[in-house]
């Protein structure tokens, strides 16, 4: 096993992974070194806010920490509020709560385990992976672990592609949303305001900055113009048999077959779509491996944007909040593009494209609402950096974090490195469903078994 690991990261999955750790009693004690890189150790981005418009948008019941305690979240919120069913779809700040709880739990359990935890609010500045451990290194100091693991979360958002360096400057375009929210009520309200992207970000800024601001009116752009599908107000279990489907998708790994198996299993009689989309995802990282490189960028180009609006779903409550903003006549969705942002005067110039013509669209304010960031081509993480420019990693080819195998083992010129891992996020370009906490959990049990056993 190994002895001394560090886990890097400050949000979910680092927490669970540490909590899967301190819960073990392996024959000789763990030393963990939790560098949390400052802020709400747990938390995270998503789990961060503090507004009780933000809801989870998975079911309570479904929402456990841990894979080998399903019921978790639901026994910690019913210990408050005993009304509260595991059809419910409830404020993310109550995950943050549950979280931290379970981290200070375990905390106390890996003490009477002998575990050493040492949790360290700052940033890892560089990491030297080594074919039998690792050297993190912070600041002045560096320390040597059997083992490290990158539970990073979501990358910071970058700009996008056209957007000017005088856009950026005004301050009215707005790269990351939630600085933004969490400033909005000090702020003169915009008139009027564009949103970029349409997924679940997308509907978690207009839900705070429509009550916020009463008088502004949105402008959301997407490729497609499409929000994301909503839940039912039942739970609906997922479909029962989907092993044929299953087995006709591996046989055949190709994105518009799969698209045509998908229509003809929701097409019977009696399927909702719900449950066939329910019923293949826990099947999608066994899917994903058998997709070629040729049809991993073809799903990304053509079908990605179909599968996220259907998986990640709005719970019934938002969807009917947002239809009012709709039907009210302060918000409108359309279609196009970006091909730039530039900065004229007091205003934003939007240049969007769709269907072979081009249009203008002037703001008072632009907000960058894409979603989650992986591409590590990109980012300003300086671990991450710094690791891509060692070639102690290698960046996924479509942008999907870094190359991995199943187990989370980072890849290097066509070799994984024993004691260098990943968990999260970062596994997209291996795993694809890998953001959520029914993988991430799966993650973090599998991983800590890895860890203790090797």
């Not at 066994?286 to 996220?308: K, T």
Request: charged letters at 20%; glycine letters at 8%.
């Amino acid at each position: 096993m190994f002895r001394r690991v560090a886990i890097i990261g400050g949000g979910a999955a680092a927490a669970t992974l540490l909590s899967e750790l301190l819960e073990r009693k392996p024959p000789q004690p763990l030393h963990l070194d939790w560098y949390t890189g400052g802020g709400t150790s747990a938390r995270g981005v998503a789990y961060s806010t503090k507004s009780d418009r933000h809801l989870l948008n998975v079911r309570a019941a479904s929402m456990s920490m841990f894979a080998g305690r399903p019921r978790g979240f639901l026994d910690f919120v019913q210990r408050d509020d005993p009304a509260i069913s595991g059809t419910d779809f409830l404020p993310r700040h109550r995950y943050g709560d549950y979280l931290e709880a379970e981290v200070a739990r375990a905390l106390q359990q890996g003490k009477t385990h002998g575990h050493d935890v040492n949790i360290i609010p700052f940033a890892v500045d560089a990491l030297v992976p080594e074919r039998e451990g690792a050297t993190v290194i912070h600041g002045e100091e560096s320390h040597q672990v059997d083992a490290a693991v990158l539970a990073l979360g979501a990358l910071t958002p970058q700009p996008l592609p056209g957007v000017s360096a005088g856009a950026l400057v005004s301050g009215r375009y707005v790269v990351d949303p939630w600085s933004l929210l969490a400033a909005a009520g000090e702020l003169q309200p915009p008139r009027k305001v564009v949103l970029i992207g349409l997924g679940l970000t997308a509907v978690d800024v207009l839900l705070d900055l429509s009550v916020q601001w009463p008088q502004t009116e949105f402008i959301a752009i997407s490729r497609h113009g499409l929000l994301p599908e909503a839940h039912l107000h039942a739970a609906a279990a997922p479909a029962g048999d989907s092993a044929e489907l299953i087995e006709a998708m591996h046989d055949a790994p190709e994105i518009r077959h799969w698209m045509h198996l998908m229509r003809e299993a929701i097409a019977q009689e009696g399927k909702e779509w719900r449950t066939v989309f329910d019923s293949v995802r826990p099947h999608v990282p066994g899917l994903w491996a058998d997709l070629p490189l040729e049809q991993r960028a073809r799903f990304m180009r053509h079908a990605r944007w179909a599968w996220e609006r259907v998986r990640h779903r709005m719970p019934p409550q938002v969807g009917a909040a947002i239809s009012v903003l709709e039907q009210t006549g302060r918000l409108q969705r359309q279609r196009g593009r970006v091909q730039s942002v530039d900065a004229f005067g007091d205003a934003l110039q939007l240049n969007l494209s769709h269907a072979g013509k081009t249009r203008t669209l002037n703001a008072d304010l632009i907000v960058q609402t894409v979603g989650l960031d992986t591409d590590v081509r990109r980012t300003s993480h300086r671990l991450i950096s710094q690791l891509l420019t060692n070639a102690h990693i290698t960046a996924d080819p479509l942008g999907l974090g870094v190359k991995a195998d199943t187990d989370g083992r980072l890849q290097h010129d066509s070799q994984h490195w024993p004691h260098l891992f990943a968990i999260g996020s970062l596994l997209r370009g291996t795993l694809w469903e890998s953001t959520a906490m029914p993988e991430i959990r799966q993650q973090a049990r599998h991983l800590a078994d890895r860890l203790l056993s090797a």
